[in-house]
């Protein structure tokens, strides 16, 4: 069983900044991309930023230039720090993972975290 645990989130003025946390727990696993979606009211579930193992990333247009995301992979453990926030940022951000449970020829599946309100006022 692996599990990911995230931690951030919040409430900030517009132009403020957050950052969240997500690190993988358990035993034999293999991380290969993670990631942040979110979900606002209303609207399906989006990809926010992703990252692979080698730390080539991957942003949603509207945050460019705004957010980053980064790895720690001996920690199994993403953060996505995000500046310049605005109130159309906020939505439940979830963290993902593909993860491989046991040894190298099984298959990855997509783990999720339990999700982190942001909420960002005007």
């Known amino acids: 069983q692996v599990q990911l645990v995230e931690s951030g989130g919040g409430l900030v003025q517009a132009g403020g900044s957050l950052s969240l946390s997500c690190a993988a727990s358990?035993?034999?696993?293999?991380?290969?991309?993670m990631g942040w979606y979110r979900q606002a009211p209303g609207k399906h579930r989006e990809l926010v930023a992703d990252?692979?193992?080698?730390?080539?990333?991957n942003y949603l247009d509207s945050v460019k230039g705004r957010f980053t995301i980064s790895r720690d992979n001996a920690k199994n453990m993403v953060t996505l720090q995000m500046n310049s926030l605005k109130p159309e940022d906020t939505a439940v951000y979830y963290c993902?993972?593909?993860?491989?449970?046991?040894?190298?020829?099984?298959?990855?599946?997509?783990?999720w975290g339990q999700g982190t309100q942001v909420t960002v006022s005007s």
């Open positions: 993902n993972a593909q993860i491989r449970v046991g040894p190298p020829g099984l298959s990855f599946f997509a783990s």
């Open positions: 358990g035993s034999r696993f293999t991380i290969n991309d």
């Open positions: 990252i692979t193992g080698g730390g080539a990333t």
